[in-house]
């Protein structure tokens, strides 16, 4: 096979401000991006990953720029797990988890992108996986709303987009309410009917007392999980948790690396983990991640980037769907063209090589944050 050598990294930060007080139950939500790093080989052969650009995407980009990419010029992009060891072990002192691992994540997944390119092959066929219709959930619903507006967005979720399962927040007013968090629950049940599956997410708002206390009391609504009910690092308190209720536990979404979800198997005694491709470590990590999660015969359900994550869903028999934020509608539709969408709650994988996926220069490139 020919010799492959990268000759050239480039990121890029794009995002749009969130207006109109969008708030979960820990925090108000003020911009959504995302990070974009291209890798190009030298015989001009692109591959592309993405991160988070939220909170520290200025840093992100930098670390990825003064601190990877020198590390990359002229190494073949077929070294993904050579290359992620040797990431991990030089930027250990500054970050084991948090905007390092999303900087080695979003150059880890444009590598993989790189390599399914150079062989024609999308990533999913690439992973052992056949399914190319792959299941997804609809995602909003923020504490911040009124009960109106919470179950009007519900509602369009299932009844214009079609959704078959469904996700919003509670913890309103920071968690102080679990009586308007019940109430809020029964009016979206009654409103969606009872064949829609509900998902509720807390955002690492209640003790573990607090939080199985609520799962005990809204479980009667057909609960399929309740997501963070206890801060993510108290794995102590997610046990708890599990000890006190049978309503499915899931969490992982904070979590990085192989070593977090073996820890978050070992000691929170959670039903489904939630690692995201895009912060956890990219493809090379996730993989491992999703192969722990069948040892221990729970669910895998990545957090969020369904375009990113839809590869490894269909790869992995213990993975029901994706997540699709509603909130990243607009931003997904400006930075990729004809991006996959939901129809029916089920998105269909490209039949194109890599990701699938093509990214907007012109958006890009007119939007692109310069500092």
Partial sequence: MKNYKIKDIKVHLVSQPVTG????????????????????????????????HEVGGEATKMLIEKNIAPKLIGRDPFETEKIWNEMFGYLRGVGRKGLMFCALSAVDIALWDLKGKILGM??????????????????????????????????????????????FKVGVEGGMNVNRDLERVRK????????????????????????????????????????????????????????TTDLPLATGEHEYTKYGARDLLLHSDADYIQCDGTRAGGF??????????????????????????IHLVSAYGNAPFLERLKLFEGIT??????????????????????????????FIEAYDEKF
């Fill in 21 to 52: 007080g969008f708030a979960d139950a820990t925090r108000k939500v003020e911009c959504i991006g995302f990070t974009i790093v291209r890798l190009t080989t030298e015989d001009g052969m692109e591959g592309f990953g993405v991160t988070y």
């Fill in 122 to 167: 999308p990533l999913y066929q690439m992973f052992g996986g056949t399914e190319t219709k792959v299941p997804v959930y609809g995602s909003g619903g923020w504490t911040s709303y009124s009960d109106e507006e919470l179950t009007e967005e519900m509602v369009n979720l299932v009844k214009k987009d079609g959704y078959t399962n469904i996700k």
């Fill in 188 to 243: 979206v049940r009654e409103a969606v009917g009872p064949e829609i599956g509900i998902m509720l997410d807390a955002n690492n708002c209640w003790d573990a007392a607090t939080g199985a206390r609520f799962a005990n009391r809204v479980k009667d609504y057909d609960i399929m999980f309740l997501e963070e009910p206890i801060f993510a690092d108290d794995m102590p308190g997610l046990k708890k948790y599990k000890n």
């Fill in 284 to 309: 090379t990590e996730m993989l491992k991640i999703a192969a722990l999660t069948q040892a221990f015969n729970v669910k895998f359900a990545p957090h969020a980037m369904e375009n990113i994550h």
């Fill in 333 to 362: 539709a400006n930075t990729f063209l004809d991006a996959p969408k939901p129809v029916n709650g089920f998105m269909t994988i490209p039949d194109l090589p890599g990701l699938g996926l093509k990214l907007n220069m012109d």
